[in-house]
């Protein structure tokens, strides 16, 4: 049996990081979820992630900054923005790049097609 795929969730909300890792789970991933960019990119997960799902704003280092340190660092891991403000998405330069970007709340169905999408496997 393949392993599964490891699916990492940055951002600030707890709540978000409690009821997302379910969800995933269900859909067949593995899962871990952190709390900020930094401790993603200091986890012993950051090679082993295939997808990234992100928060946009967060306090400290912001989604599109995470994004910015992995291509710095010549990390390829697609990723699913996720943000609670629309308006984001109107910023030059904020998500682009990105496999999507999803407006919170969003469908379990939407998530799932981002994911597909950034995992190449829609």
Do not use: W
């Not at 009821?19 to 200091?42: I, N, R, Y």
């Not at 291509?71 to 910023?91: C, G, Y």
Request: net charge neutral; hydrophobic share 45%; with cysteine.
């Amino acid at each position: 049996m393949p392993k599964p795929v490891l699916v990492s969730v940055v951002d600030d909300d707890e709540s978000v990081r409690e009821s997302l890792p379910d969800l995933l789970k269900e859909f067949g991933f593995a899962v871990q979820a952190f709390p900020s960019a930094e401790a993603f990119l200091t986890s012993k997960y950051l090679n082993q992630t295939k997808c990234l799902i992100l928060d946009i704003a967060m306090p400290g280092m912001s989604g599109p900054g995470l994004k910015h340190e992995l291509e710095r660092q010549r990390l390829s891991i697609p990723i699913v923005f996720i943000t609670a403000h629309a308006d984001v998405l109107t910023r030059p330069n904020g998500v682009k790049g990105a496999a999507a970007c999803l407006v919170k709340p969003f469908s379990d169905t939407a998530l799932l097609a981002a994911l597909k999408k950034a995992l190449g496997t829609d």
